[in-house]
């Protein structure tokens, strides 16, 4: 990102070079495994990317917020006062949903001058909406000098994206955005919220995110319709265990319960969110020990499942996957994040990575019609003040 431009572009939006923003960032994350598992209490191991959302803010010593982006068109200008009210189908209502939460918390909120850029994909589930969410939150927290602690930051961006674009995610990105840490994926306990910092030692391999750029259309709905269908597998196999969510259910409770469950599609979203579980859990112990090989297995194996009995990914994901696996030096591939397009990921010998770029662009373009993109995910720190 070339901050000397954005600052000029900043000033020739709101005027006063004397007066310099402060800048802050927050990045993007890439799930290496553990998917739609989050909102079921369940692991996740996402890492934070060196890809994310810089914003530039100055007090605007005025009654209204102003918001601009260099990625988008839409601006707007709200006073004080309105700042509750969505504004349909644009990117403003990711820092609005924060404000509005800063207002449900009778937080003193003041009026700013705020321009974002991002350098990650939007609508990739690389986490862009999380990552906007959590640069305002932070950033507001530190213009008005809030002591507010990062978890904190994190449960108010999920409920802004909850409440305010209408998505019932989980705490997964915005967990990422704000704990990330470099070189490190986090092992988060959804439930509980306790984690640990695994190392990414990956040993002459590399993660490849490959964005099918396959535009996510339905994706919000179908994504609040699989977390009904957890909801109802709770509610039939609750009367034998005392659980609210699938994440509590071990895969051997499942195995012997699972007929308790008549509904066979609904049988085969708890398989898959209780089998995703515990493979996250396989796949740390094969990261702590530097099992690669072991690791990637349990990648391919969580797309399978996210394939056949989630019913997330569709022909274009699939299709990325597929042609993946078939290049000698990649152990796993899988698609991340909320599925139903967006992006791959992959686990690739570092020697490979050319030919796997080359290859899998060829043929994914052949048979879909769609130009690929790749990028090098690097684990990164969370959301930070830049100076
Ligand atoms: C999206 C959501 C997350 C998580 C993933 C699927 O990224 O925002 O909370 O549920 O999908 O694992």
Known sequence: MDLIKLHQHFFELYGKPEEKPRCFFAPGRVNLIGEHTDYNGGFVLPCALQYGTFLLIRPSHEMVVRLASANM???????????????????????????DQFRQMNLPVAGF?????????????????????????????????????????????????????????????????????????????????????????????????????????????????????CQLAVTYLSPMLPVSKLGEISFMQFYKMQEEIP?????????????????????????????????????NASHESLRDNYEVTGFELDTMVAEAQKINGVVGSRMTGAGFGGCTVSLVREDAVEKFVEQVGREYHAKTGLKADFYLAQASDGVKEIS
């Open 73 to 99: 068109e839409y601006r707007a200008e709200i006073p004080l006062a309105k700042l509750s009210e969505k504004v349909n189908g644009q990117w403003v209502n990711y820092p609005l949903g924060i404000f």
């Open 263 to 299: 509904d066979l599609l609904i049988r085969r979203r708890a398989r898959h969110v209780i089998s995703e579980n515990q493979r996250v859990l396989n796949a740390v112990s094969s990261l702590l020990k530097g099992d690669i090989l072991q690791f990637g297995a349990l990648m």
């Open 113 to 229: 001058d705020m321009l974002y850029a991002g350098d990650i994909p939007c609508n990739a589930g690389l986490s862009s909406s999380a990552s906007i969410e959590m640069v305002t939150a932070f950033a507001l927290t530190a213009m008005m000098q809030l002591p507010i602690e990062m978890i904190d930051l994190v449960k108010m961006s999920q409920r802004a994206e909850n409440e305010f674009a209408g998505v019932n995610c989980g705490i997964m990105d915005m967990f990422a955005v704000g704990m990330g840490h470099k070189e490190h994926a986090l092992f988060l306990n959804c439930l509980t919220l306790e984690y640990k910092r695994v190392p990414l030692e990956l040993n002459g391999f590399s993660l490849i995110i490959g964005n099918t750029n396959k535009q996510r259309g339905l994706a919000d709905s179908k994504y609040n319709e699989r977390v009904v269908e």
